[in-house]
């Protein structure tokens, strides 16, 4: 089976743009969940989608947001963007009670 | 809310040597699962190995082992003869299973280099 896909890997944005990021789960896992990974904050929960719902969210601004399609493929979406965003983002599909992670998404805000 | 702790930022080990990491985490549940992941340079987060609460048997996977003390709400990692391979920022990390989610709250991780 093919492993989570994430695109782009690497993007440069400036502030006050916004940014989607895709994620393409395992096949047949309806789970996808989002982190964000910075050196001071280390590794934080996002959201999770399950069959095209959001069923957990993170403490993060409104600025961040995700939807997930009827093949379970999800996005996430950065608003207004601050210096602040600039992270790794990664992806992870669940099934029992295991998460398998994405390659990530470098996104650098200038 | 359940927190993880790894009180060692940063550790290294020579080749073929044994190597312990350390995690306590702090939960009311009785139920859940705990899991070590390794990111090596190129951030691809992968799945080392995983335990369940509910079972009181050391989880092992190869070269990797756990030390699961439940009581002491403590999870170390131990990896036997250490490769050039191994090199790479562990996590350990905490799930609640139930509510359908998958949630996971992480450490803030451990540096392992392993000296050739």
């Known amino acids: 089976k093919a492993g989570v896909t994430q695109t782009p890997r690497y993007l440069i944005k400036t502030r006050g743009q916004q940014v989607t990021l895709s994620c393409s789960p395992i096949?047949?896992?309806?789970?996808v969940s989002w982190y964000q990974q910075t050196p001071g904050q280390g590794l934080q929960f996002l959201f999770e989608?399950?069959?095209?719902?959001?069923?957990n969210k993170g403490n993060f601004p409104g600025r961040f947001s995700g939807r997930q399609f009827s093949n379970s493929r999800s996005e996430m979406n950065v608003s207004t963007l601050e210096l602040g965003d600039s992270a790794l983002y990664l992806c992870?599909?669940?099934?029992?009670?295991?998460?398998?992670f994405g390659p990530g998404t470098r996104l650098t805000v200038l | 809310a359940q927190t993880v702790t790894q009180s060692q930022p940063e550790m290294s080990v020579q080749e073929a040597e044994t190597v312990t990491l350390s995690c306590t985490y702090d939960?009311?549940?009785?139920?859940?699962?705990l899991f070590w992941y390794k990111q090596p340079p190129s951030r691809q987060m992968i799945l080392v190995i995983r335990?369940?609460?509910?079972?009181?048997q050391n989880a092992t996977e190869n070269r990797f082992s756990v030390n699961f003390q439940k009581a002491a709400k403590s999870f170390s990692l131990k990896i036997s003869d250490s490769q050039l391979g191994d090199t790479a920022m562990y996590f350990c990390?905490?799930?609640?299973?139930?509510?359908?989610?998958?949630?996971?709250?992480f450490g803030k991780g451990t540096k392992l280099s392993v000296i050739p």
């Open positions: 992870a599909s669940s099934v029992h009670n295991e998460q398998f």
């Open positions: 096949s047949g896992h309806r789970s």
């Open positions: 989608y399950f069959s095209e719902t959001q069923r």
């Open positions: 939960t009311s549940e009785s139920n859940y699962y």
């Open positions: 335990q369940e609460a509910y079972k009181q």
């Open positions: 990390a905490f799930m609640k299973p139930g509510a359908g989610s998958y949630q996971l709250t």
